[in-house]
C-alpha cells in the first residue's frame, strides 16, 4: 500500500500569531498593527459564520471607547443605542437604575455581530492578515522563544508559521487552552441549573431600554437590536428543546413573567429561537510560556451582566501594551503582569454576573426561604441609592 506524502507546509514568520478571529482576536490584531506589531490571525469559522452567529448586544462605555479612540469606526456612536439605564421588572412595576445619574456612566446596545462586521472591515482596510476558514489548527512549541502555529489555509495549503508570542483568542472550547498542560492551570468552573431561552423576533420595540423582569414564573429579559427587530430571553431548564415551542407558547411565556404596570409586550413573528448555556469559568494564569490566553478562551460568564464581549475587548486592551512592552524589553514579567492586571477585572466581572444571575433567577428546587430572600435583595437594591449605585457601576463598567 502506498500512502501519499504530506505536502511540506509553506513557512513563514511573524512576531504574533493569534488564533481566533472573533472580536478579541480581530480588536488585538488591530491595536497590535497600529503599533507596528506585525501579526496574523486565523480562524477556523468562515466570515459569514461568525457574522450570523447571534450574541448579546450590550457595549460598556469603556469598550466603545475603544472602538472609537484606536480607530476601528465610529459607527457605534452613529448607529448604536446609548443606554442611560436599566429597567428592573419587580412586584408587578418598574424599577429604573438610572446609570446617568447614580455613575455619570452608559451603556450602548451594538450588537457583537456589528463590532465584528466593523473590526473586520478595519483590519481589511489596514491590510491585515486575517484567514478564515482555516482547518487542522494546532500551537506546539509553546516554552520555546520561537512557538509555533500550524494550520491548513482554506484553499487547502498547510502553512507552519513561527512567531515570537501566540495568542488564543479562540473562544470557550479553545484549543490553544488545552494545549496547556492540566498541571500548569488552574481551571475554575460552575453550571447553573437554568438557562435561556433567546429569540430574535419581528416586532416593534416594547421599552426604550433593557428590562430585567423577576417573576414568580421565573426570569425574563426585554432587549432590542433595531426599530423592527427584537431580543428576548426567558429563563429555562438546561435541556429545554426548542423544538416544542411554538411561538404562542413562548409568548404565553413571555407575557406571563413581565406582567409590570408601563410595560406592554409588543409581539411578532419569532425568527430565531436558541438556549444558552449557563456557565462560568476562568483559567488562571493567563498565560503559559509565549501563548497567552484572552476573552472566552480564558473565561467565560452567564450572560446576565452581559459582561462576556466587554472583558474580552478589556483582555486586549491590557494585553496589546504587554506584548509591546515584551517586544520592547524581553522581559517575560511584562507577560505575567497581564495576566495578573487582566484577572483582576475578569473575577470582579465573574462575581458580578453571578451575583446578578442569582438575585434574578431561582433553581428550581428553591424553597420559600430562598424566594423571599430573594425578594429582599432585589428591593435592597431597588428602594436604595446605594444599592443601585453598586448596581449601575458593575453594569457600566469598572475603570480600566
Ligand atoms: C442582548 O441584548 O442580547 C443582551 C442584553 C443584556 C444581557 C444579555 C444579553 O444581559
Known sequence: MTTTPSP??????????????????????????????????????????????????????????????????????????????IEIGFDGRLARIDFADLVGSSVWLYPQT???????????????????????????????DRPVLRFTDADGVPHELRCDLLVGTDGSRSICRRAIPETQRQQSFREYPFAWFGILCEAPASAPELVYSHSDRGFALISQRTETLQRMYFQCRPDTDVENWSDDRIWA??????????????????????????????????????????????????PTGAKGLNLALADVGVLAPAIRAFLATGTERELDDYSVRALQRVWKAQHFSSWMTSMLHLPPDASVFDLRRQQAEIRSIIDSRAGSTYLAEGYTGWPA
Do not use: K
Open 114 to 144: 456589528d463590532v465584528f462586521i466593523d473590526l473586520a472591515a478595519a483590519r481589511s482596510r489596514d491590510g491585515g492578515d486575517v484567514r478564515f476558514g482555516v482547518t487542522d489548527t494546532s500551537v506546539d512549541d509553546l516554552t520555546s
Open 8 to 85: 511540506e507546509p509553506h513557512r513563514s514568520t511573524t512576531t504574533v500569531g493569534i488564533v481566533g478571529a472573533g472580536p478579541a482576536g480581530l480588536m488585538l490584531s488591530h491595536l497590535l498593527a497600529r503599533d507596528g506589531v506585525d501579526n496574523v490571525v486565523v480562524d477556523n469559522r468562515s466570515y459569514a459564520e461568525i457574522e450570523q452567529t447571534v450574541r448579546a448586544g450590550i457595549l460598556e462605555a469603556g469598550s466603545v471607547r475603544l472602538l472609537v479612540d484606536s480607530g476601528v469606526s465610529d459607527r457605534v456612536l452613529r448607529e448604536g443605542d446609548e443606554h442611560a439605564g
Open 253 to 302: 411565556e413571555l407575557q406571563s413573567r413581565v406582567n409590570v404596570n408601563g410595560l406592554e409586550l409588543r409581539e411578532g413573528p419569532i425568527t430565531s429561537r436558541t438556549v444558552l448555556r449557563f456557565r462560568s469559568s476562568v483559567c488562571e494564569p493567563m498565560r503559559y510560556g509565549r501563548l497567552l490566553l484572552a476573552g472566552d478562551a480564558a473565561h467565560t460568564v452567564p
